[in-house]
């Protein structure tokens, strides 16, 4: 069994910066990762994934040049680095992994979920 915790969102302004962490435990050895992100009404969003190897990795256009994955195997650990943040970025973001090395985007593809972290930009 997998648990993943997400940290690190609050309050910001526009044009501001945080940096979301996703500790996790258990089995992740050799999992890929991603972010994802939800707002009331939508359906869960692609942000971004990452192979196990931490080589590979993907986002979606509207955040692409403006957040980073990364991740550190030796500490069990995720994170998402956003910079430039929008309104429309105001979100709760979660963490996940699949049980393969490859990234990929949709949600349905990943086996474990954090209870996720609320993000919110204000204008």
């Known amino acids: 069994q997998v648990q993943l915790v997400e940290s690190g969102g609050g309050l910001v302004q526009a044009g501001g910066a945080l940096r979301l962490t996703c500790a996790a435990s258990?089995?992740?050895?050799?999992?890929?990762m991603g972010w994802f992100r939800q707002t009331p009404g939508k359906e869960r969003e692609f942000v971004a994934a990452i192979s196990w190897s931490g080589s590979t990795t993907y986002y979606a256009d509207s955040v692409k040049g403006r957040f980073t994955i990364s991740r550190d195997n030796a500490k069990n650990t995720l994170y998402l680095q956003m910079n430039s943040l929008k309104p429309e970025d105001t979100a709760v973001y979660y963490c996940?992994?699949?049980?393969?090395?490859?990234?990929?985007?949709?949600?349905?593809?990943?086996?474990?979920w954090g209870q996720g972290t609320q993000v919110t930009v204000s204008s």
């Open positions: 996940a992994t699949r049980r393969t090395s490859a990234q990929a985007m949709s949600p349905g593809r990943y086996d474990y």
């Open positions: 258990g089995r992740t050895f050799g999992y890929a």
